[in-house]
């Protein structure tokens, strides 16, 4: 009988291979995106397969990017994040698409339009669209140029997968905005990836 990190596995693999032929088939459009939300979901419904036990807990003052699965060329890159009560992320872009998908507790998504034309290097203002808190089963995705931030409300941290069409080290052109200040600057790479 096979183990839950090698039930795990063969789930992922066929969950890339969708998204990967949806890719394919429709490119990066808000339609495609739609289709890996669905597909990305799915996967996180078999919350069977992410038990906590198998993966590092987030503390409360960092969260927890494990890579679950990457192409040899950097693309469709999937993370499972242990996310830690309080986490906020400034608005950023991602400059790939991006799908969020909740596995367990909930991870609350505010989403910017920009408010500026971006002709003057350093300064951006946004403001909030709208919001989505993102639970288990649950997805939401964003094209290149969409700005969201991340809020975990919860009292424990989450499991949520974090699935892009690159990998995290590769979004060198990530910028993210300081909305009190009306500036924007680049965003790191994140520094904890497992």
Not at 56 to 83: M, Q, V, W
């Amino acid at each position: 009988m096979a183990t839950t990190a090698e039930r795990r596995a063969a789930a992922v693999a066929e969950t890339i291979a969708q998204i990967r032929a949806i890719e394919a088939e429709k490119g990066v459009t808000p339609a495609a995106i739609e289709d890996f939300k669905q597909v990305l979901a799915d996967l996180a419904r078999r919350s069977e397969l992410f038990p906590r036990s198998d993966f590092p807990t987030a503390d409360l003052k960092n969260d927890i990017f494990i890579r679950l699965s990457e192409d040899d060329d950097k693309r469709f890159a999937l993370y499972l994040n242990s996310g830690s009560p309080g986490k906020e992320t400034p608005p950023h872009n991602h400059t790939t698409w991006a799908v969020i998908a909740g596995i367990d507790g909930e991870e609350h998504n505010k989403v910017y339009r920009r408010t500026d034309d971006g002709s003057v290097p350093g300064k951006g203002q946004v403001e909030v669209a709208f919001e989505k808190s993102v639970g288990p089963g649950e997805a939401i995705g964003f094209m290149p140029s969409d700005i969201h931030s991340i809020h975990v409300l919860t009292d424990r941290p989450i499991l949520h997968l974090h699935m892009y069409g690159k990998g995290l080290e590769q979004l060198r052109g990530r910028i993210y905005f300081d909305v009190a200040a009306g500036t924007y600057s680049h965003f790191p790479s994140h520094p904890d990836i497992r």
